[in-house]
């Protein structure tokens, strides 16, 4: 007989109890759904609904079924179609008629809705703290590279001279959201919704203020039918770790450019790199390429749980089973991802005379050139145009900046003079942009600073 199986006359066929079941997945709230069961019994027992020796003889069944799944002791039960009813069933079997009272005042629809709340507050922390950690090798590899010119681009064409410093401190700047919009997602999924029971509470006398203390809940939830309809904080989850594996695929994107024979930026270690069944001479950038396909695998868990939540009415509905699935994966998909891309990038080698040659060609001097003529008292939009002609003059005739005398520089115009020369190098034109989040190595330091000064918060 199932536990809801009161009204029915009919068992439920095989396939529609594999289709129903939850429990291949759902399992893994098994932590969580004890921990909830033990401070449900706890103040159960405070207002009286079970007496104080029922509430300890449950705490002790609990605690035990808790060691027994931890060790591998249990198999589950399919029929018992989810983790709830498969741990209210091997407590009844252990611990005789006081298992059955642990449901009192409760449904599986609040339970559910507290599992995963509490499974996220353990979860995001440590998305965190791996993210932290990506962060840490960003700041020590621009500490080594501050001085490290490398071209920037636009429209991947080369724009203007940077630092890899500069460059990698960009993508502390996107985690660094990351860690934000966690952040505000962990304070929302602190909300305690056990006793909202099925959707409409219970006329039991019970203690919800109790349960949220005993489980470290920051407040309760304000609606019964919300707090188990509820499934924003899965998606605003979804959501944020969707952006963090964007930042992951667009870094690892680079490095798969960068790796290039046409680049030359970085070699992989051979640690973190793989090569071909057919062509000896290949190392592939794999662990970036597997990142860069795994972002879509999470965009595709928040669109799922967006339409599955679109059309569904108050309150509960089978439909949200959907979320843990979805859920699961998005989690575990993301933390794999950051555990090896940190290594990687700490063990890759930066070829800095290729970054260094790379920012030097391609008149990357272009605008520190229209600057100079700014600084000299022409509009810049006047200077825009000179320089252009001077990239033209020079495409045509196959040099480069550095190639042209100073009676060229002034048939463009007149108030070019020595000093140009001075404007030229990659890395003049990076130490001259010395202001508040810019490339100069002055700025770049203080901005490492400031992310050793978050990161310190963190560990």
């Known amino acids: 007989m199932k536990l809801w199986g009161g009204r029915f006359t009919r068992t439920t066929d095989h396939l529609m109890e594999d289709f129903h079941s939850s429990i291949s997945f759902d399992q893994r709230l098994y932590k969580e759904d004890i921990a909830g069961s033990i401070a449900h019994a706890r103040m159960l027992a405070a207002v009286g609904l079970i007496t104080p020796?029922?509430?300890?003889?449950?705490?002790?069944?609990?605690?035990?079924i808790r060691a027994d799944i931890a060790a591998g002791?249990?198999?589950?039960?399919?029929?018992?179609?989810?983790?709830?009813?498969?741990?209210?069933?091997?407590?009844?079997?252990?611990?005789?008629?006081?298992?059955?009272?642990?449901?009192?005042?409760?449904?599986?629809?609040?339970?559910?809705?507290?599992?995963?709340?509490?499974?996220?507050?353990?979860?995001?922390?440590?998305?965190?703290q791996l993210l932290a950690s990506l962060q840490q090798v960003l700041v020590d590899l621009a500490a080594q590279h501050l001085d490290t010119v490398m071209p920037g681009y636009t429209h991947l064409q080369k724009a203007q001279p940077v630092t890899l410093a500069h460059h990698l401190l960009a993508y502390f700047e996107m985690f660094h959201r990351d860690q934000q919009r966690l952040e505000g997602c962990l304070a929302r999924v602190d909300v305690m919704p056990l006793g909202a029971g099925a959707l409409a509470g219970t006329t039991l006398?019970?203690?919800?203020?109790?349960?949220?203390?005993?489980?470290?809940?920051?407040?309760?939830?304000?609606?019964?039918?919300?707090?188990?309809?509820?499934?924003?904080?899965?998606?605003?989850?979804?959501?944020?770790?969707?952006?963090?594996?964007?930042?992951l695929s667009r870094l690892a994107e680079e490095i798969i450019l960068w790796s290039s024979e046409e680049f030359g930026f970085i070699e992989l270690d051979d640690a973190y790199s793989t090569g071909s069944s057919m062509m000896p001479q290949k190392k592939n950038p794999d662990v970036a390429e597997l990142v860069r396909g795994k972002t879509g695998r999470v965009y595709g868990h928040l669109i799922g749980m967006l339409t599955v939540l679109k059309g569904l009415p108050l309150a509960y509905n089978k439909d949200l089973q959907e979320d843990k699935e979805a859920l699961f994966d998005a989690l575990d998909t993301v933390k794999g991802c950051l555990m090896v891309f940190a290594p990687m990038l700490k063990t890759a080698r930066f070829r800095v005379e290729?970054?260094?040659?790379?920012?030097?060609?391609?008149?990357?001097?272009?605008?520190?050139?229209a600057e100079y003529l700014v600084r000299k008292g022409l509009p810049f939009r006047e200077a825009h145009a000179v320089v252009g002609a001077l990239v033209l003059h020079c495409l045509q005739e196959g040099r480069d900046f550095q190639d042209l005398s100073l009676a060229e520089w002034q048939s463009f115009s007149p108030l070019f003079a020595?000093?140009?020369?001075?404007?030229?190098?990659?890395?003049?034109?990076?130490?001259?942009?010395?202001?508040?989040?810019?490339?100069?190595?002055?700025?770049?330091t203080q901005a490492i600073e400031r992310a050793r000064k978050f990161l310190g918060g963190l560990f």
């Open 418 to 444: 020595e000093d140009i020369y001075t404007c030229l190098p990659a890395e003049a034109c990076v130490n001259g942009r010395n202001l508040p989040g810019g490339p100069a190595p002055a700025a770049v």
């Open 73 to 128: 002791r249990v198999t589950f039960d399919v029929g018992a179609e989810d983790i709830h009813m498969n741990i209210e069933k091997l407590l009844t079997e252990r611990i005789g008629a006081a298992g059955k009272k642990l449901h009192t005042a409760r449904s599986r629809n609040d339970q559910v809705a507290l599992d995963l709340r509490l499974y996220l507050k353990e979860e995001i922390p440590a998305v965190k």
């Open 354 to 369: 290729r970054m260094q040659a790379g920012a030097s060609s391609g008149f990357a001097a272009a605008t520190d050139v």
């Open 53 to 64: 020796a029922e509430g300890e003889t449950i705490i002790k069944g609990l605690e035990e």
């Open 205 to 247: 006398p019970i203690d919800r203020e109790m349960v949220a203390r005993e489980l470290g809940f920051r407040e309760i939830s304000a609606n019964s039918l919300d707090a188990v309809a509820d499934r924003d904080f899965v998606v605003e989850f979804l959501a944020a770790a969707s952006l963090i594996m964007m930042h």
